[in-house]
């Protein structure tokens, strides 16, 4: 079975410095792994995917992540962040066909940009 | 319509009584996702649609949640006898079939108070 696991539920950066949250898997087969953003009160928006085409994984809003299969590792960065990064951010996996293909997230790191 | 549209938007709701949550997937989109998300904490997996169908209702918590499909429309979560435990916002995902590299698009969520 599939599972996604975020360190750190809360991360705080100063704006223009580097955000890394941290997102690991498991899984027994190939892996498809998302990323989403969710600002306050809305609902959850895509921020890229990987789907074994690439490693690294260029987003939106200057996101990007690497699929590292050895570390079993798709962490999200972000070379300088801004204020309007502030929100939270769930890094997910997608079951297998028996499971119908439904997204299994991790518990969602909150990430704060400091002036 | 262009995205995924759930009603209402916000709910308040008795201890005991019953609630129904609507969700308008995007068109097109035969895979359909139930989630409940809690305060503070990640997105919890109720229910899988596929067409009308629903291969994959291991996540709903308690014989109260149920939930239904008209064919690959719109689909109404239920939750009888509602206990405050209950409050939570809940969200409706669609997406493509079965490709597992397509993503989920979330609506907005509807936000359920039981007071």
């Known amino acids: 079975a599939q599972s996604v696991t975020q360190l750190g539920s809360h991360v705080s950066v100063s704006e223009g410095a580097l955000v890394l949250l941290r997102c690991n898997y498991s899984?027994?087969?190939?892996?498809?792994l998302f990323w989403y953003v969710q600002y306050p009160n809305q609902g959850l928006q895509l921020l890229l995917k990987?789907?074994?085409?690439?490693?690294l994984v260029k987003g939106i809003n200057g996101f990007e992540a690497e699929f590292k299969k050895s570390e079993t590792s798709f962490h999200l960065t972000k070379p300088s962040a801004h204020m309007s990064d502030a929100a939270e951010y769930f890094c997910?996996?997608?079951?297998?066909?028996?499971?119908?293909?439904?997204?299994?997230f991790g518990q969602g790191t909150e990430l704060s940009v400091k002036p | 319509g262009a995205g995924v549209s759930q009603s209402p938007s916000n709910k308040v709701t008795e201890k005991g009584k019953d609630v129904e949550l609507r969700c308008d997937p995007i068109?097109?989109?035969?895979?359909l996702y139930w989630y409940r998300q809690r305060l503070g904490q990640g997105l919890e997996f109720l229910i899988y649609?596929?067409?009308?169908?629903?291969?994959?209702k291991s996540g709903l918590p308690s014989d109260r949640f149920s939930a239904e499909r008209t064919g690959e429309s719109v689909s109404t979560l239920t939750i009888q006898r509602t206990q405050q435990e209950d409050s939570a916002v809940y969200l409706c995902?669609?997406?493509?079939?079965?490709?597992?590299?397509?993503?989920?698009?979330f609506g907005q969520g509807t936000r359920l108070t039981v007071v």
């Open positions: 995902a669609s997406s493509l079939a079965p490709g597992m590299g397509t993503e989920a698009f």
């Open positions: 899984s027994s087969v190939p892996p498809y």
């Open positions: 997910a996996v997608r079951a297998g066909y028996n499971q119908g293909g439904k997204l299994i």
């Open positions: 068109s097109g989109h035969t895979a």
């Open positions: 649609f596929q067409g009308n169908s629903a291969p994959d």
């Open positions: 990987y789907t074994s085409a690439a490693t």
